[in-house]
T-cell receptor, first 112, second 113 residues
Framework: QKEVEQNSGPLSVPEGAIASLNCTYSDRGSQSFFWYRQYSGKSPELIMFIYSNGDKEDGRFTAQLNKASQYVSLLIRDSQPSDSATYLCAAITADSNYQLIWGAGTKLIIKP | EPEVTQTPSHQVTQMGQEVILRCVPISNHLYFYWYRQILGQKVEFLVSFYNNEISEKSEIFDDQFSVERPDGSNFTLKIRSTKLEDSAMYFC???????????FGPGTRLLVL
């Protein structure tokens, strides 16, 4: 069973601080990893994707991938109240015809 | 910026009725997907579609479900005889290749009474 695990939270972070969201995956064949943001009642919105070991930065967001530890993380710097949402981690494996395997999401609350 | 669109935004139906959910993927994308999300639960994969055929489907996607690309733009999900437990948000997504980013539509909220 291929699984993606996330702590459901809520994770509460003061405004302006760094929010750190974590995700682990069970299938070593996973190739690409995605972080989506989902506001309540809305569809998932892509934040970042990563497929190489190391860090990938885009504005206030940094994705980190460690394939040896089967671990993906998302850092949000200078957190804003508008960052409050559920963050979904998802993985793709080639042998599953590229279907996204989803984590349950971490609810992030940024406190003003 | 191109986006995935879905209609209707909300659908209420009686148990046992057929529903068709419609999606217009991003125009140059080749891979299409349906997901569902029951309220408060995780997103679940239903089916992927490429080259006019299903490439992968989950256990949820039983004989009551079907997908179709009736023309060059639309991608539909049909539920033949809805059940109460089909009530969920249904998301369509598309990508330009198999391992690339999937872009999601706004979803259709289906309520089965």
């Amino acid at each position: 069973q291929k699984e993606v695990e996330q702590n459901s939270g809520p994770l509460s972070v003061p405004e302006g601080a760094i929010a750190s969201l974590n995700c682990t995956y069970s299938d070593r064949g996973s190739q690409s990893f995605f972080w989506y943001r989902q506001y309540s009642g809305k569809s998932p919105e892509l934040i970042m994707f990563i497929y190489s070991n190391g860090d990938k930065e885009d504005g206030r967001f940094t994705a980190q991938l460690n394939k040896a530890s089967q671990y993906v993380s998302l850092l949000i710097r200078d957190s804003q109240p508008s960052d409050s949402a559920t963050y979904l981690c998802a993985a793709i494996t080639a042998d599953s015809n590229y279907q996204l395997i989803w984590g349950a999401g971490t609810k992030l609350i940024i406190k003003p | 910026e191109p986006e995935v669109t879905q209609t209707p935004s909300h659908q209420v139906t009686q148990m046992g009725q057929e529903v068709i959910l419609r999606c217009v993927p991003i125009s140059n994308h080749l891979y299409f997907y349906w997901y569902r999300q029951i309220l408060g639960q995780k997103v679940e994969f239903l089916v992927s579609f490429y080259n006019n055929e299903i490439s992968e489907k989950s256990e949820i996607f039983d004989d009551q479900f079907s997908v179709e690309r009736p023309d060059g733009s639309n991608f539909t999900l049909k539920i033949r005889s809805t059940k109460l437990e089909d009530s969920a948000m249904y998301f369509c997504a598309s990508s330009d290749s198999g391992g690339e980013t999937q872009y999601f539509g706004p979803g259709t909220r289906l309520l089965v009474l």
